[in-house]
Every structure is written in C-alpha cells, then in structure tokens.
C-alpha cells in the first residue's frame, strides 16, 4: 500500500500521530515532498485543535485588566457584568445558587460559566474555589500559551517547521500550501503575531476577496485583544459569504465587549440567513440566561430542541430552570431523557436523586444517590454527600448520612461543609454566630453527631 495513501487513511480517521509518523518518514527521504510535508502540518494540528467559535473562558486578566469597558454603570439589561441589573426579576439567590457576579449558575458546564468576575484584583486573588470551579481560573491567554509549549513534546528535536527562517510572501502566494500553514503556527505554534503576518499577506494576495482569509484576520486580532479590528474584518468577510461562523464570531467578539443586545442582534441576523441554526439559537440563550432573563432563555432552549431534539445543553438548562422554579417532576422528566441519551455520569444522577426527593418519589432518592457515589471523583464526591446531608435533615429521619458528609471533610475549603454542620448542630441544640465559630468547634459537633 503507498505510505502516502495510508497516511491519509489515518488522518481521516483522526489517527494523527500514525499519520505524522508516516509523514515524517517520507519527508526524511525527500524533504520536499509538498503533499507529505501539508499532510504532516494538518495532523500536528489536528493534535492540538481548539475550537475558537465557542466563548472563551475569562480569566484574572480579563477581568480585572479590561480596556474595552465603555462605561462604568451600564443602562440596566445592557451588561453581563451586572446582570442583576437587569429589567427582568431575576431568581433569588436563596433558591437558585448564583455566581460572583450574580449571574444563576447553568445547567450546563460550558465557557463562562465556570468563575464569577471580581470587581479587582484583590477580589480576584481571595475568590474561593466554589463547587463549580475545580481550579483557580487562569488566563485564557495562559491557557493558550501552555496549549502552544504542551505541542511541542511531539517533537522532541525541535520544532518541524523553523518559522524565523520563512519567507511568509513566498507561501502567501500559493493558497494550497499557505492555509494549512497558517493553521499550524496559529493552533500548534500558538504564535499569533506570525500568523497574522501570513493572513495579512494571504489576503493581499488574493486581492481582499477571499472570505476565509478575513476570518483568519479576525481570529489574529481577537486573540491579540483588538476586538474592534475584529469586528471590521468579520463584517467585510460578511459582505463576501454568508457563513454561520462568522455570526458565530461576531457575537463572541459583542460579548467579550459587553454588548449583549449587539449579539444577539447579530445572531438574529444569522437566523434570517440560516433558519433554524440550533448554534445560533443556542448564542442567544446563553446571553439571556447571563442577563437573568430565564423565561426568554428557555423560550430560545426549546426552540433549539424543536430543531435538534437531542441537543443535551438545551435539555439540561430546561430542566435546571424547572426544578429551580418548584416543578421537580418536570425537571425529572427532562433528566430522565438526558440517560436515555447515554449521558452516564455523576452530576446526572445527582440531579436526578434531588428531582426523586422533591417529587415525593422516595424510592429511588437513595438509589439515585448511590449510582452518583459510585460514579463521583474527588472534585464532586463533596457536592454529592453534601446533598444526601441535606436529604437526611429534611427527611427528620437520621443524622448518619449528614455526618459522614461532614466527617470526609472531602474538600476543607469548601464552604458547604461548614454550613451542612452548622444545620447539624441545629438540629443537636447548637446555635453559631459567626463562620469561626463553625470551625472552631468541629471537632465537638462531630462528636456530639457521632454519639448521636
């Protein structure tokens, strides 16, 4: 069989480490071999792709160091960095968990959703990790760069292509070979400002008519932080192709300038094009669901699932909103199609066992909760005995299941636990004041539990 046809064979089937190996043998025989050389550069980035249509996350830096603010106290539902100013009634802390900022945590773990946004930088620093972030957020510029250094174990004598030494006018003038370059030194590389020298003159060259070109521009100048260059190249990329992306774009940049009613403007736009477009319609949910505007994102959520009745970010976010708005057995139903789809994990049947237990449905509370143990890892093993806690107290049936859910002590720097066994010495005859007093009579409290 011809190595080159078995190379492409793999890349197909996104077997791209048999490809490169493949490609690299061929290219030790004749180093210019331009089919194996575009063949090996679309495997190493193939390894390392991410995705950039999707919001991304905000770190310290983008929260705090921000420049593209345009004013200070925004007119209300104009934000997402104060969606409590929004014109419509939001949900009350006290019965939907929200984060730092205000916004009611999704049903859904997606970008944006993972970390509040402090105010400083002080605020930043002593942000405590909540139940949904398993790790201090970083940077998504950070991410970026270790996404970059990472790349590199795969070639241990170096990088396969020295880009010092390229001459970026020679490859702008030959589109086959300049657009698999591109994406190598963008998504491998990580090296934003080569990339946009090479798009910049690729899109000279085709004489500023070639729509991808423009993207590729956009997606430069947005990770350089000059979203309004962005902007510009997105919209002339429009004037020459109606493509679903570059709505999608478009309304990543509008969010990360907050202007949310820009966005889903933009989205609008995209519908009248593409109708039906579940990414599209999924864009203006989240914006709604980030201004607190719950009943318009839920709205949007169904519309996506009349289009795609299987989409699992709208179907979970439905079903959050039901069982956050007293109407558990609504929100089981939905759950209960989310397993039917194959979604098999830890969280899932946590939800599923607090559905059962608001609903009356006893019998199945504790399996539920169970099938969730036995699935849970370290970051939401916590989450999970800390609701089984709350299930013992409210049932007035036993004090065992709240004290092991204390005694683990799975996570001491989580803030469930110390409330769990502040409600556990209520319920023992002891009264707190204060958090430190919590911590400081642990010990006492557990005994006092133990004994019970």
């Not at 402090?118 to 949904?132: F, K, S």
């Not at 003038?173 to 994406?183: C, D, G, I, S, T």
């Not at 423009?214 to 990770?223: H, I, P, S, T």
Request: with cysteine; charged share 25%.
């Amino acid at each position: 069989m011809d190595p080159l046809f078995l190379a492409y064979s793999y890349f197909r089937r996104r077997k791209f480490k048999e490809c490169t190996d493949i490609c690299t043998t061929l290219l030790e025989k004749n180093p210019y071999d331009q089919a194996a050389w575009t063949l090996k550069t679309r495997a190493l980035t193939g390894q390392v792709y991410v995705d950039e249509v999707d919001v991304d996350e905000e770190g310290i830096a983008e929260m705090v160091m921000d420049d593209n603010a345009i004013a200070n106290v925004s007119r209300p539902g104009t934000s997402l960095r104060k969606p409590g100013t929004s014109g419509q009634a939001g949900p009350s802390p006290g019965v939907r968990p929200t984060s730092q900022s205000g916004r009611p945590l999704s049903g859904f773990v997606r970008p944006g959703t993972q970390g509040g946004r402090p105010g400083t930088m002080e605020q930043a620093i002593r942000t405590p990790r909540t139940a949904h972030t398993a790790r201090p957020v970083t940077s998504s510029s950070g991410r970026f760069v270790r996404l970059g250094t990472a790349s590199m174990l795969s070639t241990p004598d170096g990088p396969f292509i020295n880009l010092a030494r390229l001459n970026f006018s020679k490859y702008a003038a030959r589109p086959n070979l300049a657009k698999a370059l591109f994406e190598y030194i963008f998504h491998h590389e990580n090296d934003i400002r080569n990339a946009l020298e090479l798009a910049a003159l690729a899109t000279e060259a085709c004489q500023f008519k070639d729509w991808w070109w423009k993207v590729q521009l956009a997606k430069c100048y947005y990770r350089l932080g000059m979203y309004r260059d962005s902007e510009k190249q997105l919209k002339s990329a429009l004037k020459h192709q109606d493509m679903v992306d570059i709505f999608l774009y478009l309304g990543k940049v509008y969010v990360r300038l907050d202007q949310p009613l820009t966005a889903v403007e933009m989205y609008k736009q995209g519908l009248e094009k593409f109708p039906g477009e579940t990414t599209l319609l999924t864009g203006i949910a989240r914006i709604h669901e980030g201004l607190t505007e719950m009943d318009k994102a839920v709205k949007f959520y169904k519309d996506v699932l009349h289009f795609d009745n299987m989409h699992v970010e709208a179907i979970a976010c439905i079903a959050t909103h039901h069982f956050y708005t007293d109407q558990p057995e609504v929100a089981l139903k939905y759950y209960r199609r989310l397993l039917q789809m194959g979604v098999y994990n830890a969280e899932l049947f946590n939800n599923l066992g607090l559905c059962c237990f608001y609903a009356q449905q006893y019998d199945m509370t504790l399996t539920c909760f169970e099938r969730a143990l036995s699935l849970a890892d370290d970051q939401t093993l916590a989450d999970v005995w800390f609701n089984i806690g709350h299930v013992a107290l409210d049932a007035k049936d036993a004090l065992s299941p709240a004290h092991q859910a204390v005694a683990k002590r799975l996570d001491p720097s989580w803030f469930g636990a110390y409330f769990l066994m502040r409600m556990c010495g209520q319920k023992l005859g002891r009264r707190y004041d204060s958090p430190e007093a919590v911590v400081k009579d642990t010990d006492d409290v557990l005994q006092m539990i133990a004994g019970h």
